[in-house]
T-cell receptor, first 113, second 113 residues
Framework: GENVEQHPSTLSVQEGDSAVIKCTYSDSASNYFPWYKQELGKRPQLIIDIRSNVGEKKDQRIAVTLNKTAKHFSLHITETQPEDSAVYFCAATPIQGAQKLVFGQGTRLTINP | DAGVIQSPRHEVTEMGQEVTLRCKPISGHDYLFWYRQTMMRGLELLIYFNNNVPIDDSGMPEDRFSAKMPNASFSTLKIQPSEPRDSAVYFC???????????FGPGTRLTVL
């Protein structure tokens, strides 16, 4: 089945700097790649997603890039702020038509003031 | 809409007892997902439904776990008998259609003593 690996497991950056989180997936038929943010004690919430027919997508300070050949995708956060501190999860669809998501293990991002 | 509703928010029970978790998806959403979150195993999909029909229950850990969706506005996840290793946060999520944003409920924190 689909396997999603996420790195790093923890990331600490200075406020204002950029943060990059990377994920790889195993199923070349995967076609939907969302990113979820989970603040401490809260529920996961979608922050951005990308589909396989697009290489990059941006929403204000957040961007996601997808490399289908290499089977990896990345989350980029620029000008980080304290409220960006959270756990971030990437996910991928295992096979076309399966409709479910396989999540990475998560990255705990800490923004240092 | 009030979002995905889960009850109870916290449940403490003793080993061997039956536990029932409840979920009300967002009205109009065709997909409902049950997840379990632990530090060790991350966010795992247990089962998901499409139009009230279970589609994939391959993530259900064992026969002690069962899930039902008797109608479009209600689902239950039952553990009988419960064991200490079942302690986790259980999330319910719903989405309008496949490959689309999943909206998570607030979760149920289950502690089995």
């Amino acid at each position: 089945g689909e396997n999603v690996e996420q790195h790093p497991s923890t990331l600490s950056v200075q406020e204002g700097d950029s943060a990059v989180i990377k994920c790889t997936y195993s199923d070349s038929a995967s076609n939907y790649f969302p990113w979820y943010k989970q603040e401490l004690g809260k529920r996961p919430q979608l922050i951005i997603d990308i589909r396989s027919n697009v290489g990059e997508k941006k929403d204000q300070r957040i961007a996601v890039t997808l490399n289908k050949t290499a089977k990896h995708f990345s989350l980029h956060i620029t000008e980080t702020q304290p409220e960006d501190s959270a756990v971030y999860f990437c996910a991928a669809t295992p096979i076309q038509g399966a409709q479910k998501l396989v999540f990475g293990q998560g990255t705990r991002l800490t923004i240092n003031p | 809409d009030a979002g995905v509703i889960q009850s109870p928010r916290h449940e403490v029970t003793e080993m061997g007892q039956e536990v029932t978790l409840r979920c009300k998806p967002i009205s109009g959403h065709d997909y409902l997902f049950w997840y379990r979150q632990t530090m060790m195993r991350g966010l795992e999909l247990l089962i998901y439904f499409n139009n009230n029909v279970p589609i994939d229950d391959s993530g259900m850990p064992e026969d002690r776990f069962s899930a039902k969706m008797p109608n479009a506005s209600f689902s239950t996840l039952k553990i009988q008998p419960s064991e200490p290793r079942d302690s986790a946060v259980y999330f319910c999520a719903s989405s309008f259609y496949a490959y689309n944003e999943q909206f998570f409920g607030p979760g149920t924190r289950l502690t089995v003593l």
